[in-house]
């Protein structure tokens, strides 16, 4: 075997333990969602016992899993949507009463995977957004 061949076999071998490495990092930084929403039932429950509110918390998609540093980076923006989620999004007991509702407000707290790409989601039972007080809001 000539000098190059052996130096273009040890560069293969070279990537192909790159590639390998980078595949075992990887998978240590992948973590399954459930662990990372599980510590926003807490958020739920605090908020809601101080807003007065009974809320539950589903969680659906706990095993979609996430890089540990996407997790880190949305975790504040994701406390803060479900706060106001809880705060601002959940009527009264009385209100949802009223309104036909069970008197426990829901956030939802979904992970799925889209096209390659992984869909973090925040939805709530709540009335929705004031169309009329949002386009008072602009004149």
């Known amino acids: 075997m000539t000098e190059r061949a052996q130096v273009l076999e040890c560069l293969a071998d070279i990537d192909r333990l790159f590639l390998d490495l980078q595949e075992q990092v990887t998978s240590v930084r992948i973590v399954p969602a459930g662990l990372a929403f599980d510590q926003h039932k807490r958020t739920v429950r605090d908020m809601a016992e101080a807003a007065g ?11 979609v899993e996430v890089d540990a540093a996407v997790i880190e980076l949305i975790k504040d923006p994701l406390t803060h949507v479900i706060r106001n989620a809880v705060d601002h999004g959940i009527e009264s007991a009385e209100a949802r009463l009223a309104a036909g509702k069970d008197a426990t407000g829901t956030v939802t707290l979904r992970a799925s995977h889209d096209a390659g790409a992984i869909l973090i989601e925040v939805a709530d039972d709540g009335p929705g957004l004031d169309r009329e007080r949002m386009d008072d809001c602009r004149e």
């Open 53 to 63: 509110k009974d809320v539950r918390l589903p969680i659906e998609g706990s095993h």
